[in-house]
């Protein structure tokens, strides 16, 4: 087990594609950290750096107390588990569970005695003389799983491993691996570009944008205390609704609607962040009232989908309130928990 350490790493390709951008980064022992961005946001060339299957152009990665710059990948006690499962076809579980036990030559009782352990942790058991094309998906991704867990590594890395999977097997695989970090009490460094994956698993979240990072925090404090724009709107599903206003002392507004904040922010405009749950149906003391567009029942809740200040916006409501495509609602803005950010530098204002 190790803690790993990244300082002021970048990566550069053909002398001027600039993918990573002087990051610097701890991972604490046995934490479960995620990376997560878009696509092209430099989060997997990240992890390949840390694995040592990219050279970093410049900065230092450290495994414990190690520097590993120059270390080749299986120098570094650390096992990858990749979007695509790899297996070999023509071997069985234990196989290829095995095999890179047998390539680093340990004993036969030692390689019977890991896999067995190991199938038995992720419920493999009764399958060791299956072959991969008689498995499931989610079979097969616990059999890399496996394959990892074997070595016994200081790190795991993952790099988008539920990738491949369906929409209810992503979720129970992500409870999967959770209970796995638990059970095991490794360092985990999980890549995803899926959010509500990076929100359930992570016990703290990298979020990456053009090769910096532009957060790290858990999931819970990037939710309600997001540092810029792009976090905001990145982390949660629906997104947070932007909206422009122009502020006056301590009274905002926007379209035919205004609110007053505790104190001024010192920004006459600003863009108001207004999380989904954070418009109330309220009869009594309405701030605005609104054509509901489109209605998204999703089961114990609803979406709702209206127009202000020209800009489409989505209210999350409980599904026990009966709304319809037409119907002109009432809204209150939950004051609280409105947020605040510049137009030009995007960063957080705070009242």
């Known amino acids: 087990m190790a803690e790993v350490r990244l300082e002021k790493v970048n990566k550069v390709y053909d002398n001027q594609t600039h993918v990573i951008k002087d990051v610097s980064l701890d991972v604490a022992d046995q934490e479960f950290l995620v990376l997560v961005g878009p696509s092209g946001c430099g ?22 107390e190690r520097l590993v710059n120059d270390l080749p990948p299986k120098d570094r006690d650390i096992a990858m588990v990749f979007q695509n ?9 234990f196989d290829n569970m095995a095999f890179g036990l047998k390539m680093r030559k340990f004993p036969t009782e030692e390689i019977t005695r890991r896999v067995t352990e190991s199938a038995e942790i992720l419920g493999l058991s009764e399958y060791l003389q299956h072959k991969p094309k008689q498995l499931s998906g989610g079979q097969r991704q616990r059999v890399a799983l496996g394959r990892a867990i074997v070595r016994k590594p200081k790190v795991f890395l993952f790099d988008e491993p539920l990738s491949n999977l369906d929409a209810k097997l ?8 959770s209970k796995l970090h638990n059970r095991l009490k490794t360092t985990m460094i999980y890549v995803t570009h899926d959010q509500v994956e ?21 999931p819970l404090n990037l939710y309600h205390d997001p540092q810029n724009l792009f976090v905001a709107g990145f982390i949660g599903s629906p997104a947070m609704n932007f909206i422009h206003a122009n502020v006056q002392s301590d009274t905002v507004f926007f379209d ?24 109330i149906i309220d ?38 309130i009966k709304i319809s495509v037409g119907d002109i609602v009432p809204f209150r803005i939950d004051i609280q928990n409105v947020k605040f950010f510049d137009p030009k530098s995007e960063k957080r204002v705070r009242v």
């Open 43 to 64: 989060k997997s060339t990240m992890l390949r750096m840390i694995a040592g299957l990219e050279e970093i152009t410049s900065g230092k990665i450290y495994i414990g």
């Open 85 to 93: 499962y790899a297996l070999y076809p023509h071997m069985n579980v």
């Open 170 to 177: 992503r979720v129970h695989m992500r409870t999967e691996i």
């Open 198 to 218: 990076a929100m359930t698993m992570g016990d703290r979240i990298a979020v990456l944008r053009d090769g910096i990072i532009q957060q790290c925090d858990t």
């Open 256 to 279: 035919n609607i205004q609110f007053k904040i505790p104190a001024s922010i010192g920004n006459d405009n600003v863009i108001v962040g207004i999380r989904p749950e954070s418009f």
């Open 283 to 320: 009869d009594n003391n309405p701030h605005f009232k609104a054509e509901i567009e489109v209605v998204e029942p999703m089961g114990n809740e609803i979406f709702l989908y209206f127009t202000i200040a020209e800009k489409e916006v989505v209210a999350r409501i409980l599904s026990n």
